[in-house]
Structure formats: C-alpha cells, structure tokens
C-alpha cells in the first residue's frame, strides 16, 4: 500500500511564476491536510480538504494561494505570483473516513525555492 | 490560540535513555502525537497518546503525559545513532470540523557513538 505521494520533491521558481503542488493520498483515505514548514520551524497547518469540499482553510494566506481536491485525481495546492518568503517545504498528509481518531498519515514534502 | 512548545536541542550518548519534553496550552486537546523527521524526508508518525490515558509503551517508546500540567514527554530508551532526527510534539482537539495538527518547532536528537 502506498504511501501519501507527493510531486515535484523539489520546485525551483522566480518570482511571480506560478507554483502547483500535487498530493496523491493514501488509498482508502478521502481527507487531505497541508502545511507548510519553514526553515528551522515546525510545520503550520494550512488548509483541510475532502473530496470537493474545503473543510478548514483558516491557515491559508488570503492571497495568492488555493488549494482543491478534486473528485478525481491528486490534490493541488497552487500558489500563484510566488515570492521569496513562499521558499519553504509544503507537507501533505492524508487520514480516512472518520473513526473518532484520524491519524495524519504524511508525505515526502515539496521543498520550494524561489529565486 | 493554541501553543505547543519544545526545547530545541538535545544531545545524548548512544545506549543512554533520551527524553524528550512538550509543553502545550490548549485545554481541549484530545490527541497528542509524536513524530519523527529525518533530513530531507516526511514526518513519520511514531506515536500518540488520547488525553485520557496517562502513559503509553511502544517497544523503546514510552509516552508520558501529564494533563494537569499540560507536559508531554517521550522516552526513548537505548537510543542507536539512528535515531538521531528532528522529533515533532502535535496535538489536536479532534473536533471532526477542525482536524488541524498544531505543531511544536521540534527538537533535534544528537546521538553520539
């Protein structure tokens, strides 16, 4: 079974390019959580997704960054105009269908370095 | 809003027992969980703890927790070289309307042979 996937691993973009990260949960598992770490930090949760549905965004910047998860296919978190403070690693995780606990289960990350 | 907080640095010979302490402020945490990240890699999950349980043993993992005081801690007993990483405290309310994990900034394990 794999695991949470994620791609690119590694993102190079200039300053106002777009930037689009994929994550492919764990099958079986329709939640989807983002976060970003930046250097020498702990991660920060960004947004919360099930399948069509925007659950919990209340990390996320109000500009420039969205997030979906589409009935089919991978997750996407895109980050539109990126600046050089976006340089950071993006973690997805995924957890299943509520049981009362949902462990996050998580991804390889997508380290982003703007130049 | 909620806090969780961890000492930065820890340093410890290899077959000693390494502890690794957490702090964390917010009342309705439900879920507690420690996770491991090694250089360039995801977080992996090494366990966690429901706040009504006051300690829980994983093979060389011992989790203790301390509701009162809001502390947790991981034990790590005959600590190898591999087990040097990054070790992340998280909690969450368990609130199926906000899932998010909030993270402390981690403490780095230094394991020397």
């Known amino acids: 079974n794999a695991g949470v996937m994620q791609n690119p691993r590694h993102l190079v973009r200039r300053r106002g390019q777009e930037a689009r990260l994929r994550c492919s949960p764990m099958k079986g598992h329709s939640h989807v959580y983002w976060y970003r770490q930046l250097p020498e930090e702990g991660l920060k949760f960004m947004v919360y997704l099930q399948k069509e549905n925007i659950i919990d965004e209340s990390g996320m910047p109000k500009e420039r960054f969205s997030a979906e998860f589409p009935k089919e296919g991978p997750s996407i978190l895109r980050i539109q105009q990126v600046v050089r403070g976006d340089s950071a690693a993006y973690f997805c995780?995924?957890?299943?269908?509520?049981?009362?606990?949902?462990?996050?289960?998580f991804g390889p990350g997508t380290r982003l370095l703007v130049l | 809003g909620e806090d969780v907080e961890q000492s930065l640095f820890l340093s410890v010979r290899e077959g000693d027992s390494s502890v690794i302490n957490c702090t964390y402020t917010?009342?309705?945490?439900?879920?507690l969980y420690w996770y491991k990240q090694e250089p360039g890699a995801g977080l992996q999950l090494l366990t966690y703890?429901?706040?009504?349980?006051d300690m829980k043993q994983d093979q060389r993992l011992t989790v203790l927790l301390n509701k009162k005081d809001k502390h947790l801690s991981l034990r790590i007993a005959d600590t190898q070289t591999g087990d040097s990483a990054i070790y992340f405290c998280?909690?969450?309310?368990?609130?199926?309307?906000?899932?998010?994990?909030?993270f402390g900034s981690g403490t780095r394990l230094q394991v020397q042979p």
């Open positions: 995780a995924s957890s299943p269908p509520s049981q009362g606990r949902e462990t996050q289960y």
């Open positions: 917010d009342s309705s945490s439900t879920y």
């Open positions: 703890i429901f706040s009504n349980m």
């Open positions: 998280a909690e969450s309310s368990g609130d199926t309307g906000r899932r998010a994990l909030t």
